[in-house]
């Protein structure tokens, strides 16, 4: 049963992952405190998985996992979505050294085949940074098809079949439960996507492991993973939105999440809706008070917003630009 407190703006501490595409921009970009070694490529900054759980940073529930407050204060946590078990959202940062092997995410009645404990992954991308030439892969070009895109693994013509192309710092790309997708060196970037950790390699351009072996390749899951009608996926177009006191982009809206992108150098409010807020600032600090707490969101920090926070109160230090993710208005379904 879910216990009265007024839960506060909560910020977690970032668990951080080390992969072989992996490098040191979390640290040189993102300010994030690593090791000696040089392939750290993901912090995740609210997780709820047997992968990787988040603990509040600081403030009265310090050192307290993002699972325990589910259980003790639901109600105050999800509002409208306390019918969740478990959140439904997975934060990243993501620093791209290399590619990233190509692959493909199942969605939610895929997924549960391959593992019950499982969702399926759709996900979004926020660029932070990219070099000159950074590109990225999103989507098969038309008409390809599973025999075609087998028969290429083995050869030179793959590259082919992708839709491949340049990202800038600024671009936003949604990525479905579905769709064939790689990162490339030289990209920062922040990573809204379903509670999952269920990924199949189509294919890892030849590379092998510290220990010179190759990683595995699941060739027959992500044939069947891969949704073959999509065809080639390209940046979203924002959509432009007027509130009382400013201007807002709509990036994505879709089943599983929002995202909003604010950039402001005056004060001005997210209203509260009886749903949890996530704030990912992406450039510059600003203060935030709501009904439960005050606190400082600082550059590549994460704030979640418990639904209980009522309104936000935004106070830009300089000109901020922050993303606002939220689950829809409607059920969100999930454990």
Known sequence: MSASFPLPPLAFTPVLKRIRWGGRKLQT???????????????????????????????PLAGTALSEIIQRYSCELFGRHQHL??????????????WLSLQVHPNDQQAKTYNPHENGKTEAWVILHAE?????CCGLQPGVTPEMLRSALGGCDLE???????VHAGDCIFVPAGTVHALGPGI??????????????????????ANGQPRPIHVTESLACTNFEQGPVSPVIPHSHCDNDHAFEELVECRCFSIHRH?????FSIRGDDRFHILIS?????????????????????????ACSGTARITPETEVTLLDVTCPAASVSGR
């Open 160 to 166: 082919d079949l992708l839709n491949i192309y340049e």
């Open 132 to 136: 000159p030439g950074a590109r990225i």
């Open 29 to 59: 970009l993102l300010g994030r405190s690593l090791g000696p070694e040089s392939d750290y490529a993901e912090s995740w900054e609210i997780a709820d998985h047997a992968d990787g759980t988040s603990r509040v940073a600081a403030g």
């Open 282 to 306: 992406l450039d510059g600090a600003a203060g935030v008070a709501t009904d439960t707490g005050r606190t400082r969101l600082h550059f590549g920090q994460t704030l979640l917003l418990p």
């Open 188 to 209: 920062v970037l922040a990573e809204i996507q379903q509670q999952s950790n269920l990924t199949f390699r189509l294919h890892d351009w030849g590379r092998t492991d």
């Open 263 to 267: 950039q402001s150098a005056k004060p």
């Open 85 to 98: 078990t478990q959140f439904p959202l997975l934060i990243k940062f993501l620093d791209a050294n290399d």
